[in-house]
């Protein structure tokens, strides 16, 4: 296993949704990158959800999830301030990186604000290589406040 830096302090995003007892099942199963084309390691210790960055062990991304009877909800939500400097901008990654690397289901990249490059090679440089579509599909969306 990778070295992983402690996660410090964070600016709280605005990213707060709720999920089903299906799709908590997945986020708390984490996702731990293959090889170096997978940018991404996300690890669950309860209560948090932590993205690092697979090739730094940097941490970016983390959400405190509290279990209920009918699935979780996510009661903050926070970021490092590393990779793209806005944080409205971070929210939708932060969804991005649930929907698809985590569950598995269609999402659309958000391309970075002032991209000067193909919507492609930012998404290859900020996710890196996808995981096959095997999730809940789209009859088991996240509900987002």
Do not use: C, I
Request: without cysteine.
């Amino acid at each position: 296993m990778r070295q992983r830096e402690a996660f410090g302090t964070g600016v709280a995003l605005d990213y707060r949704p709720q999920f089903t007892a299906q799709e908590y099942a997945l986020l708390t199963a984490g996702r731990v990158s293959a090889d170096m084309d997978e940018k991404w390691d996300v690890t669950y210790d309860a209560p948090f959800l932590d993205f690092h960055r697979s090739w730094t062990g940097k941490p970016v991304y983390r959400m405190t999830l509290v279990a209920g009877p009918n699935g979780a909800s996510a009661t903050e939500t926070l970021w490092t301030g590393l990779g793209v400097p806005d944080a409205s901008y971070n929210v939708q990654l932060l969804d991005f990186l649930v929907q698809r690397l985590l569950l598995r289901r269609e999402a659309t990249f958000p391309v970075p604000p002032d991209s000067t490059v193909p919507e492609a090679v930012a998404r290859h440089s900020l996710v890196g290589v996808l995981p096959e579509l095997t999730g809940l599909g789209s009859d088991a969306s996240s509900v987002r406040d």
